[in-house]
């Protein structure tokens, strides 16, 4: 499937989805990445005090509220960096419930994430035409499995793209990565 349309889908599209996104991008595949919260989330100075933006705030002006919130922290804990890098792919995070971009394969992070965008699909209605296979990587959010995962998931596009007609194929695919990871994943077909 050569012209393979991909989504990568975390809650807040700041880490786990974009290191997917860069790292899917810099491979050739056509990708586009997004969170399902209500809001972003960044970790602040105590689990329970995080940053909270909308996804209209760029990732550049999350990064300078960050800097004067306390420059050495978000330096310390890898906020910035991580910022710097999603400045280098798009603007701003967005949102997958305001997405109308039709994917043939959605990768999701973790399975709350995946029962969101399930549900936003089907809630959609469909004329039933164009099939999209919504797949869980459950990947942990910290900057290392974040990396791990963008290799998981880049070795899950390729085996999908390798295949002439996914449609029967899919099953074989998930069984074959299953096995590769040594883990179950998520896996079902919505239509579009």
């Known amino acids: 499937m050569s012209s393979l349309k991909i989504a990568v889908v975390c809650s807040s599209n700041q880490n786990r989805s974009m ?16 969170g399902t919260n209500g809001h972003v989330k960044i970790p602040g100075p105590s689990a329970t005090q995080p940053n909270i933006y909308s996804f ?6 999350m990064s300078q509220d960050l800097v004067e919130k306390d420059n050495l922290l978000y330096t310390q804990n890898g906020m910035l960096h991580m910022l710097e890098r999603n400045k280098r792919i798009k603007a701003k995070p967005e949102r997958f419930q305001d997405s109308d971009i039709l994917f043939d394969l959605i990768v999701t992070c973790e399975e709350r994430v995946y ?12 004329a039933a035409v164009k099939p999209v296979h919504v797949v869980n990587v459950e990947i942990q959010d910290n900057h290392d499995d974040a990396t791990l995962g963008a290799f998981h998931i880049c070795d899950l596009c390729q085996l999908v793209r390798e295949k002439e007609d996914l449609e029967s194929e899919m099953e074989q695919v998930i069984a074959e990565f299953e096995t590769k990871v040594d883990r179950p994943l998520l896996h079902t077909v919505c239509f579009y």
């Not at 209209?56 to 002006?61: A, L, M, P, S, W």
Request: proline letters at 0%.
């Open 56 to 61: 209209d705030t760029t990732y550049d002006e």
């Open 19 to 34: 290191e997917a996104h860069k790292f899917l991008s810099k491979k050739g595949f056509d990708v586009c990445s997004f």
């Open 115 to 126: 029962d969101q965008v399930v549900e936003d699909l089907e809630s959609r209605g469909s």
